[in-house]
């Protein structure tokens, strides 16, 4: 069975840092590209991050550019997203999403076919 598994979310105030974790089962990221994602209540979910399989190039959306950070770790089989200053404007469920091959426009939530359970960022004071 193909799985992605979240990590790392909870509380946190402005200004601090998370870093969340998405590791796979069944299947192995290499040959993967990787999106995270964030909804919050009542909006559409949207792309936050994106790093592609063939060169491992990275996008951001422009609302966390500088802030926040795409790695992947093959040897572990995860994918992490560093969060740094983070505002209440983050505050969402985060999820992370894989997609054999390469995604050129890796920020597009329907073209990818594996998803995690999403974990909840909470950023308030």
């Known amino acids: 069975q193909l799985q992605l598994v979240e990590s790392g979310g909870g509380l946190v105030q402005p200004g601090g840092s998370l870093r969340l974790s998405c590791t796979a089962s069944?299947?192995?990221?290499?040959?993967?590209?990787i999106g995270w994602f964030r909804q919050a209540p009542g909006k559409e979910r949207e792309g936050v991050s994106c790093v592609r399989k063939s060169d491992g190039s990275t996008l951001y959306a422009d609302s966390v550019k500088g802030r926040f950070t795409i790695s992947r770790d093959n040897a572990k089989n995860t994918v992490y997203l560093q969060m740094n200053t983070l505002k209440p404007e983050d505050t969402a469920i985060y999820y992370c999403a894989a997609r054999i091959g390469v995604i050129r426009r890796c920020m597009i939530p329907v073209l990818y076919d594996i998803w995690g359970q999403g974990t909840q960022v909470t950023v308030s004071s």
């Open positions: 069944g299947f192995t990221l290499d040959y993967y590209t």
